[in-house]
């Protein structure tokens, strides 16, 4: 039979029992390379409609083929694309089409091949033991390597230096063993990730040239040929190229593959995402979502903003978070029973993400100024999307006869409710907002404000701002 080739299979929860070389031949296992392995896996999930990319949101028809492509013809490539577009979340999932166990040599620095060993050491051990050459076994969460590439990253980092330790042991200094192995050897039959490539210094980008080429590393003035076996992606940035750094020309030309990322192209993948990313503290409802979501998408349109930068899918989980976070103050400060996100929440945390976005120099002292035209935008938007052609004059008649209605990120539930009370067409402003007749008064009360808000911007009724509170009904 062949070991570990199915790269989500349960019924091996545990390393296989091959311990030497001659029991590991016995199962029948075969050696192969790790372009292989992710070959032959990625084409098994896709035979079964399996997710090849699990937990990777809105690329299905354009970023993925490429990458499957570039994958099913052993190409080591470069994601390309502004921040906060999962790259490297993308990059980390490539490690879950590996085999889910790997033998190695025991003890072996670079994980060497038992059938095949390529280092001084494993050779040797090899020719003396034979089939009793002690094997381990290594699970594919152990055979992804990163490194986020700094300006102070030096080639003995990724591909190794001379071990002082070793040579004061009394090995001389032209022994191979003397070696201390960087991070890409370390690597070997594995996948390597490279983050941020541009910010790595140019004349260490070279010493990448053999590893993706000849597939061979050189160490300083040693006469050493080490095959490697691994598979290289590389995230960036395009601004990178020209501004903080760039990725030289015959390092470029290595790389397999250029796939370039996007920010979200649908609005339900931008809610999708949220929803499988933000780490809320209280309950956020779809609506509110989709505000945050087209939020984001305004300001990436926005001439305002610098769409160099790009504007980050981490600054719409930040602002989901922070407005959960602003729902749980308000029911440990006011009582309230529950804590449940309200449209008054986002306002409150605009602030806090004004350092994620950064704006084109005539903008300013008008930053806050921009966030908040824009997000009124979004509600509005997301207003009439959610509720459009629903009679809400139950809602505008309550004002038409003078009355106002105070709210507030510190007015809880419970006295929002009180001040409006029966409201006719509130129970299909509850269907339409996906909560129901089981609503609870934090749902109620986020669906009242967000009706509320919406009908001021679509200019039904007015409203006034004073000192954290807002009056809606006010003249």
């Given at each position: ?219 300083r003035g040693y006469s050493l040929r080490l095959p490697l076996d691994l598979f290289l992606v590389a995230t960036a940035n395009p601004e990178d190229y020209t501004n903080r750094g760039r990725i030289i020309t015959p390092l470029k030309d290595r790389f397999g593959a250029e796939i370039r990322t996007h920010y979200l192209d649908e609005l339900d993948d931008e809610v999708a995402l949220l929803r499988q990313e933000a780490a809320v503290v209280a309950e956020v409802g779809d609506h509110l979502l989709e505000v945050l979501a087209r939020f984001t998408r305004n300001l990436r349109e926005s001439s305002s903003v610098d769409q160099r930068s790009g504007v980050s899918a981490r600054f719409t989980i ?158």
């Open positions: 039979m062949t070991v570990g080739h199915t790269p989500d299979s349960s019924s091996t929860p545990s390393a296989p029992g091959a311990a030497t070389l001659g029991q590991l031949r016995a199962t029948g296992w075969t050696s192969r390379s790790t372009k292989d392995e992710l070959r032959s896996n990625l084409l098994t999930r896709l035979r079964s409609g399996d997710t090849a990319f699990p937990g990777i949101v809105g690329f299905d028809d354009t970023v993925l083929p490429e990458l499957e492509s570039a994958l099913l013809a052993g190409h080591d490539l470069v994601l390309l694309g502004e921040r906060g577009q999962g790259k490297t979340r993308l990059m980390r999932t490539l490690g879950q089409l590996l085999d889910e166990w790997s033998p190695e040599v025991t003890g072996c620095e670079i994980h060497d091949d038992p059938v095949a060993p390529v280092c001084v050491r494993c050779r040797a051990l090899a020719a003396e033991l034979g089939d009793d050459l002690p094997v381990s076994w290594r699970h594919r969460e152990d055979r992804y390597t990163e490194k986020l590439a700094t300006p102070d990253t030096s080639v003995g980092d990724l591909i190794g230096d001379v071990d002082p330790v070793k040579v004061a042991q009394g090995r001389t200094l032209g022994d191979p063993e003397t070696i201390h192995y960087g991070l890409v050897p370390r690597a070997n039959r594995g996948l390597f990730g490279l983050n941020e490539l541009p910010d790595l210094a140019e004349r260490i980008q070279v010493a990448l040239f053999n590893v993706l080429e000849e597939r061979d590393i050189q160490v930040a602002a989901a978070e922070a407005v959960s976070a602003s729902a749980l103050r308000r029911a440990a400060r006011t009582g309230d029973d529950e804590a449940v996100a309200r449209i008054c929440d986002i306002g409150v945390v605009l602030p806090t993400l004004l350092g994620k976005v950064e704006f084109e120099m005539g903008e300013e002292g008008r930053e806050r100024a921009v966030l908040d035209h824009l997000l009124r935008l979004a509600v509005a938007t997301t207003f009439r999307d959610r509720l459009g052609g629903l009679d809400l004059s139950g809602f505008t008649g309550v004002f038409a006869e003078g009355a106002v209605v105070e709210t507030g990120e510190l007015v809880p539930a419970r006295d929002l409710l009180s001040q409006l009370g029966s409201v006719p067409g509130l129970s299909k402003v509850l269907d339409r907002l996906g909560y129901g007749d089981a609503a609870g008064r934090g749902q109620v009360a986020s669906a009242v404000e967000f009706v509320l808000e919406g009908l001021h911007l679509t200019r039904r009724i007015e409203k006034e701002t004073v000192d954290g509170r807002t009056v809606y009904g006010a003249a």
